[in-house]
């Protein structure tokens, strides 16, 4: 019972570390600030940005560390290259100290490589904890990284309002103030027995509690999270955010409460009908088996009734299927048809990864998705500045951090709807990537703030679910055991990303500055660009390249509809015969 209990201490102690050290998501509070002390040009701000999303690059160091030191070590080497490198950001911008550009981004990238570090102490210790609901723990804990922006919007109205340098030493501090508070529940960790059935369903149903605190959570966030009109109220409000992170403490002695009733007063109360249905391990083993099986008995019998595997492929590292439905000639049908998965979980090695189709249509995306998203955060101020709205900066940050938690949340969904409403999981990333698109147009057409606001929230939106369900979906594609390596993998696009499409926004800034067309004013030694023309050109080229993403994840879903109906089937026969 007290191992019980414990693992839920340690699923908010994972909540706090994800909500506290999102802290590149701030980025554009500050970025005009530290453009004018530095003294720097568009394209050379873009590339601090995109230092802070190169520790993505060294993520697998975290994963290193892990074979050596235990995992409450690795947690504060996190909080440590977090403390020095915001904190000797923040000297900088307080004119405390002189560092030279090369040194600054230096200090960016240690800075986001502690956000990956933290990552990974977070990731493992819901895998450790939770195995059989996994999935519902990363997706909840994950949902909490993306309103980091609003708590640290909160956190600075609620101190000094009129300072954008105080979040570089809010990000600096708090993280390391939350390791410290994590630290008693990890070095608690307990060691759990496997689950019985009721106790699945049991801890699925309080999952599905704190989904809907973390809804309250977001809403509240929404609403107040950009108030500054008065501190002793901003101090309110940020109280108020303290106490709902703080709210999901009570899952413990709810545990303990409820173990005590029954045992004691013999409760008939039971948790049947549960319709939390996942995609684990043991699913996908079983689903392989079955295939192999069924495959087997087609090639004695010589049926193929059901194309699901080619007699050359079954004894292959990773299974292929053509399907035989597709029209003769098309090109369409030749790329849809081509080297399909056969079935979810296989196993992929690095290197047959970066071999099949299915990963680079993924890879691109979640590059022509997610990760435009992520730069357009990172530009949001300088945007919000060009169009004569930067006192709402902080409203915009929030708007897209906000919509950002409730995207991560929605990509549950599947999860909690499978039972009702089957999906495959890359048709709702298709569906995830059409509001990008759209946010774009609305950006470029319309330069007013209820289109400015209206395109973050979309944004936020949809870059949001794509963080969050791409690591379902590297799992369910390219297998479980080999999920840790495939999916740092696929987020090299996000530094990849960064660069590219900072440097384009960049240089479309800086030339409509030396063209003399959007000049504005000069703050400190940087000149300012004013008016729609400084951004517009980069929010077409931004919707076009996101088009190409929605392109590609359609492909991928077509590609891979047959691997995941094949699994639904299997399933479901399977729940029948067991």
Known sequence: MAGQSRKWMILVATIWIQAFTGTNFDFSAYSSDLKSVLGVSQVQLNYLATASDL????????????MYFPLWVVLFMAAFMGFFG?????????????LPYILVFFLCLLSGLSITWFNTVCFVLCIQNFPANRALALSLTVSFNGVSAAIYALAGNAINPSSHAL?????????LITSLAALIPILRQPSLDPLPPEGVKRDSFIFLILNIIAILTGVYLLLFGAHSSDLTVSRLLFGGALFLLMFPLCIPGIVYARDWFKRTIHSSFRLDGSGFLLIDVDDLELHKELLMREAEASNNEKELDQPLLSTDDISMTYSITRTKSFEK?????????KDQLAMLGEEHSAWLLVLRLDFWLYYIAYFCGGTIGLVYSNNLGQIAQ???ESSRTTTLLTLYSSFSFFGRLLS?????????????????LTIALLPTPVAFCLLATSGNAVALQAGTSLMGLSSGFIFAAAVSITSELFGPNSVGVNHNILITNIPVGSLVY????????????????GIGNVVGDSVVCMGRHCYFLTFVLWGCVSVVGLAA???LFLRTRHAYDCFERKRLSSTQLY
């Not at 520790?55 to 892990?66: D, N, Q």
């Not at 979040?167 to 993280?175: E, G, R, S, T």
């Not at 549950?412 to 709702?428: E, L, S």
């Not at 960049?506 to 063209?515: E, F, L, P």
Request: hydrophobic share 50%; aromatic share 14%; glycine share 14%.
């Open 386 to 388: 060009s169009l004569g």
């Open 553 to 555: 994840s359609v492909l």
């Open 167 to 175: 979040y570089l030493l809010l990000n600096a501090l708090i993280p």
């Open 55 to 66: 520790g993505k690059l060294f993520g697998w160091l975290s994963g290193l560390a892990l």
């Open 412 to 428: 549950a969904a599947p999860d909690y709807m499978r039972a009702k409403v089957y999906f495959a999981r890359t048709g709702w």
């Open 502 to 517: 900072g440097f384009l926004a960049a240089i479309v800034y800086d030339s409509n500055v030396s063209s003399g067309i």
């Open 329 to 337: 000639g098309g090109c369409c049908e030749t790329i849809i048809g």
């Open 86 to 98: 915001y904190g000797l950001q923040w000297l900088v911008i307080s004119h405390v100290i002189s």
